[in-house]
Every structure is written in C-alpha cells, then in structure tokens.
C-alpha cells in the first residue's frame, strides 16, 4: 500500500514522524525509491512510557529496545526535525551530525493569535465569579504533568484567604486520584475538572484562565521535551508559570512572558500566583510578550517556511552527481 502511494503520488521527499515504527518505512520505501527521508522526532516515546510506572527503569528491555530503534532511525535519515534545542542535544548525544539536525519548534495556527473569546460562559457553568483568580491547565493528565503541585498551590492559597480556583481541561489516567486529592484539599468547589472537550472549544477554556499553568515534575521527559499546550496559551495572551526545566526555559522567558519555578515546590508556586493574581498589569504585560513571541517564532507559515528550505535542501543533495550509486 505505501509502495503504491509514493508511486502515485511520486514524491521529493518522504517525511516521518514519531515513533520508530513510522521512520522504519519511511527509511525502506526511501531506499527502494531513491528519495530523501525526513524524520521528524516530536518525543521521546520511551521516556513517556519510563515515567508512566515507577517501578520501570532505563535497564528495563523494552525501554532500550525502543531508544535503540528510535537511534537507529535518527541515524539513517537524511534529515533529523525536532521541537527544542534540549531535544536536538539529546539526539546529537545519540551520534548523529548537527548538520543533519534541524529545531522547528511547536506551533500554531495563526486563528490561535487572535483575541480569546469571552470567558464568561465556561466561569458561569462552573460557578467561578467573574473576579475570582483561576489557574490552570489544558493537558492530558499523566503523573508527571504535576497537576498535583497545581492543586496543592491553590489549596494554599485559599486558606491565605484568596479566591483562586483550579481549573483542568483535559483526561487520562490520573484524573480519578486529582479529584480525590483535590476533595482531601477542599477544593470541592473550586477545583474544575472538565475533562476532555472538544477542539473547537479550548480557546473559550484559555479565555476563562488568568494564569496557565505547567508544573511539570522534573523527570526526564519533562526535562527534555517541549510541550504544545503552554504556546497555545500564549498565543491567546496568557501569561505562564512553569517548572524551571531546561525544556520548558526554552517557552517561558522569566520576568517577560511568564515565571518559572522549582519543579514540585507548591508553596513557591503559591506565591507567585498570589503575586499575579494582585497584578492585573504584569499578566497582561506576560500574556502580550507571549503573544509576540509566538507570532514571530511559531507559527504554521514560519514552521513550512523551515521546512520547504529543508527540503529543498534534502533534494539538491539527491540530485548532485556522484551522491548515489
């Protein structure tokens, strides 16, 4: 069937993205047809799979089976896209050549800079006041997202007295135990899990947030890849507290955008939202440099602009005498 299509279709370039599996044909319909293979690395799957059971370690055999197959894949492509430097030093570490390693970070489609809608109407189904603080989050809920941090950081700072809520748009396996650990809290009502939602209506859920949050846990996945969500929000104008990780620093710029902190450390983050939550003036300043930054650097046109000149790239090599058999 694949033979078939890029016979069909006749391509310049065949592109693959995450995992291995998808490389791994790319590479032998590349190979029988004497084209260019990209391979577009936008995670790590076994360090996802690593940090999803703690009793796993990078001994275990399926673990060095799949970094061994995702090696081996980097290595025989002509051309090696990633989303963030943290993840184009990991690759390199693997052995392949910085000149065939090319960061095209996250982005966005550019319906996402445009003005939130109003959040009056996701606040109002779940009973948040229009001058109440809520923090939160789109994204699925695995461990080490740390929405547990996120929870404990709110719980502080309503016995301080705050209006703050929690706000989680999003499923997946640890939901259950975040609506426990939030009932433990007290956060019966002013923690807000929606689950998942449809597409169509996440931007209402960012319009609803002062604050989006990314307390990722420092583990190795999080250390090392770049999330999509926080870029989404910040398109919107929303300013972002994250975990201070190497991944993360290279989204959220401190002081300008947004704010980092130790990762799991919910007192620090309680603070630093008690401190935007007062000022009304530093989120809008955060949330209209993320905006810029976004629009600038992030975008599906500067994304396919990156890769035509990749491409073109990978073609001329193709195509200069003495470079095949």
Request: with cysteine; hydrophobic share 40%; aromatic share 6%.
């Amino acid at each position: 069937m694949a033979s078939a299509l890029v016979e069909a279709l006749r391509p310049d370039v065949l592109h693959a993205a995450s995992n291995h599996h998808n490389a791994a044909l790319a590479l032998e319909l590349g190979r029988r047809f004497d084209l260019p293979v990209v391979y577009e690395v936008r995670g790590f799957l076994e360090e996802s799979w690593l940090s999803r059971d703690p009793s796993r370690s990078v001994d275990d055999a399926f673990y060095r089976a799949e970094r061994a197959s995702e090696t081996a894949c980097m290595l025989a492509a002509d051309l090696v896209v990633t989303l963030g430097e943290a993840m184009r030093a990991d690759i390199e570490a693997r052995g392949v050549p910085r000149e065939r390693l090319l960061v095209v970070p996250n982005a966005v489609d550019a319906s996402f800079l445009e003005p939130l809608p109003s959040g009056a109407g996701v606040r109002g189904e779940l009973g948040i006041g229009a001058e109440e603080f809520v923090v939160g989050t789109t994204t699925s809920c695995f461990g080490y997202e740390g929405l547990d941090t996120l929870l404990e950081a709110v719980a502080l700072m309503r016995e301080r007295g705050e209006a703050a809520h929690a706000l989680v748009v999003g499923d997946g396996p640890e939901l259950p135990s975040l609506r426990s650990l939030a009932a433990s809290l007290g956060l019966e009502d002013t923690a807000h899990f929606t689950g998942r939602v449809p597409a169509a209506r996440v931007r209402e859920h960012h319009a609803a947030l002062d604050v989006f949050a990314v307390p990722r846990r420092d583990e190795r996945v999080c250390r090392l890849v770049t999330p999509l969500k926080p870029v989404e929000a910040m398109a919107g104008g929303l300013p972002v507290v994250a975990s201070d990780l190497p991944a993360l620093r290279e989204i959220v710029e401190p002081g300008v955008t947004g704010e980092l902190i130790p990762s799991g450390e919910s007192a620090t983050l309680a603070d630093v939202l008690t401190k935007l939550a007062y000022s009304r003036e530093k989120r809008i300043s955060y949330g209209h440099a993320g905006r810029s930054l976004v629009g600038a650097d992030r975008t599906w046109t500067e994304a396919a602009y990156r890769y035509n000149q990749a491409y073109r790239v990978q073609i001329q090599k193709m195509t200069e005498p003495g470079q095949n058999p």
